[in-house]
């Protein structure tokens, strides 16, 4: 087994081995910050054992659809089979957004790596958030 | 500003549009990291480069016998957004490629630590799950 750090190099049960709980990602992420000026909302849903997300955006009159986009679930380590953060990519021409997300005590940390395409010349963007799972059980 | 494409009101942030990337404080990145974690099983250490507008990132990995090497094949530099006491500073994005994984990153500083989070994806068919891991890192002088 190859390895570029012991992290990486595990014993595998092949009992053990099979496909990957996703039920920690699901469900609707709303930002915690109610004043952000960027994703506002995430919808992550799971057909025939695949996730998608679906994002929502801060724009001048209201949210911004960004569409849907497929995503490859990690877990916390290579022997772990619960779902513990994911990525996805999302190309409107003009610009990328790379998201890589990971649940730390409930909170969904959401990294966005925004780079432009254009040619506006703006700066390409790191920016991090957290977001909560909707529950409605309060 | 009025004909720039967006979808996100972030995107027409004034510090984006003005930035000319050698205005951005690269100084708290640039250099060599230790893991405050002496005995991970992850990266011992990491050096971050700068070259004029280019940045370079190598790591060692934990090994059995000593450090594996880790060489970036790509590093793209970002506006970091998380503003630190007022201050506009960068992260980067990296990519690691070995072949029989692949290790995407980004790296930022938070209050004088390094934090490098990993997304590491196995390409072999070892049948070992696709992982994240976040490390920490301080300056050693």
């Not at chain 2, 000319?20 to 990491?46: C, K, P, V």
């Not at chain 2, 094949?73 to 070995?98: C, M, P, W, Y």
Request: hydrophobic share 40%.
């Amino acid at each position: 087994m190859e390895f570029a750090q012991l992290y990486d190099r595990v014993e595998l049960d092949s009992k053990a081995v099979g496909p990957m709980d996703l039920s920690p990602l699901p469900g609707v992420w709303l930002n915690s910050n109610p004043q952000t000026n960027g994703i506002a909302r995430m919808v992550m849903s799971e057909a025939a054992g695949r996730l998608s997300l679906q994002v929502s955006a801060i724009g001048p009159d209201g949210l911004i659809d960004w569409g849907v986009a497929e995503v490859q679930a990690y877990g916390s380590t290579p022997t772990a089979r619960a779902g513990a953060g994911f990525s996805c990519r999302f190309d409107f021409g003009f610009a990328e957004s790379f998201l890589q997300g990971m649940i730390m005590k409930g909170l969904l940390v959401l990294a966005e790596i925004r780079t432009f395409k254009d040619e506006s010349n703006r700066a390409d963007y790191f920016v991090r958030e957290y977001f909560a799972l909707e529950h409605q059980r309060y | 500003m009025e004909n720039l494409e967006f979808n996100q009101i972030r995107d027409l942030d004034r510090a984006l549009i003005d930035s000319d990337g050698q205005s951005l404080n690269a100084d708290r990145l640039t250099g060599d990291w230790l893991n405050t974690d002496r005995n991970t099983r992850g990266l011992r250490e990491i050096t971050i480069e700068r070259t004029g507008e280019r940045f370079s990132v190598s790591a060692r990995g934990a090994g059995t016998d000593g450090s594996i090497d880790w060489l970036a094949k790509s590093v793209t530099v970002l506006a970091n957004l998380e503003e630190e006491a007022g201050q506009r500073s960068i992260a980067l994005a990296a990519d690691f490629d070995f072949g029989f994984m692949r290790a995407e990153t980004y790296l930022r500083v938070n209050k004088g630590v390094l934090v490098i989070v990993l997304f590491n994806t196995f390409k072999d068919q070892s049948g070992r799950t696709d992982y994240v891991t976040r490390e920490f890192f301080y300056r050693p002088d």
